[in-house]
């Protein structure tokens, strides 16, 4: 059942999407190989074009990286980093 969203109200929460997904400097990696670009998980080990979202003019190369991890570790370089607080001792 397809619901009939009053105009104004979809393209403000379009417009919210956009926003969210297209947020000027934020990086994507993309695979590089003989299929398009599909999912992370399809192709791990494939090398990947790692760009950055520049706003209106689009899509810039940063780096070009081995695989999935290398591109992930330059995507999120403090993930996995933050200092371990201690158990409480409950």
Do not use: C, N, S
Not at 24 to 51: E, K, N
């Amino acid at each position: 059942m397809a619901v009939d969203w009053p105009d104004d109200l979809a393209e403000r929460f379009g417009r919210r999407i956009l926003a969210r997904t297209y947020r000027p400097g934020r990086l994507r990696a993309v695979t590089l190989g003989q299929d398009p670009p599909r999912a992370a998980h399809i192709d791990p080990y494939l090398p990947r074009a790692v760009m950055r979202f520049t706003g209106k003019r689009g899509w810039k190369l940063v780096a070009v990286v081995d695989d999935l991890p290398a591109a992930q570790a330059l995507m999120y370089p403090d993930r996995g980093k933050e200092d371990k607080a201690p158990l409480e001792p409950w």
